[in-house]
T-cell receptor, first 116, second 115 residues
Framework: AQKVTQAQTEISVVEKEDVTLDCVYE???????LFWYKQPPSGELVFLIR??????QNEISGRYSWNFQKSTSSFNFTITASQVVDSAVYFC?????????????FGQGTILTVHP | DSGVTQTPKHLITATGQRVTLRCSPR?????VYWYQQSLDQGLQFLIQ???????AKGNILERFSAQQFPDLHSELNLSSLELGDSALYFC??????????????FGPGTRLTVL
């Protein structure tokens, strides 16, 4: 069975602070994909990134960066110089395939509040 | 805008009633997924269709059913509604084989309130 744990329920920071959102996953599959989604106050789910289990290179996209470490089953997300517009709920998700095909298993989400 | 559309945006109904939620995938996408987001259960996968055929099933209640039509739009039918069915229902779509390699793009959701 697949499981995703986001231990931080809520994080509060002041604008321009860096913040890291943790994600730990469990799966017995050797091939799997990891995702991060953002859910702003308006409610939609916005795709941020997808990584496969064979690519452990860190990725940077503007103020966003992701650190994938297979050894610790973690896929952490860092926002550098946070802004008020980053306030949202962030979800980490796992797709390990098999007979579950496209099923995404989500973590419980981390509520990020960035204060001006 | 992900390109996935869902109607209606909001739905208020009474216990025991039946409702239908509609989803149109992004142009060219063959797979459609349904998820339920509630405060106590979080985001839960319900069901996946690929090119009209059911491909994967999650913890979908027997009172719930879905289908994907030849034009690839999908409907989620919820019947004998209970208070606990109140939730945000998302549809997502993806373009490849409907497997783990796909990125799923989500619609804006339908907020269902059962009174």
């Amino acid at each position: 069975a697949q499981k995703v744990t986001q231990a931080q329920t809520e994080i509060s920071v002041v604008e321009k602070e860096d913040v890291t959102l943790d994600c730990v996953y469990e799966t017995r599959d050797t091939t799997y994909y990891l995702f991060w989604y953002k859910q702003p106050p308006s409610g939609e789910l916005v795709f941020l990134i997808r990584r496969n289990s064979f690519d452990e290179q860190n990725e940077i996209s503007g103020r966003y960066s992701w650190n994938f470490q297979k050894s610790t089953s973690s896929f952490n997300f860092t926002i550098t110089a946070s802004q008020v517009v980053d306030s949202a709920v962030y979800f980490c998700a796992l797709n390990a395939g098999g007979t579950s095909y496209g099923k995404l298993t989500f973590g419980q989400g981390t509520i990020l509040t960035v204060h001006p | 805008d992900s390109g996935v559309t869902q109607t209606p945006k909001h739905l208020i109904t009474a216990t025991g009633q039946r409702v239908t939620l509609r989803c149109s995938p992004r142009s060219g996408d063959l797979s459609v997924y349904w998820y339920q987001q509630s405060l106590d259960q979080g985001l839960q996968f319900l069901i996946q269709y690929y090119n009209g055929e059911e491909r994967a099933k999650g913890n979908i209640l027997e009172r719930f059913s879905a289908q994907q039509f030849p034009d690839l739009h999908s409907e989620l039918n919820l019947s004998s509604l209970e208070l606990g069915d109140s939730a945000l229902y998302f549809c997502a779509s993806s373009g490849l084989a409907g497997g783990r390699t796909d990125t799923q793009y989500f619609g804006p959701g339908t907020r269902l309130t059962v009174l």
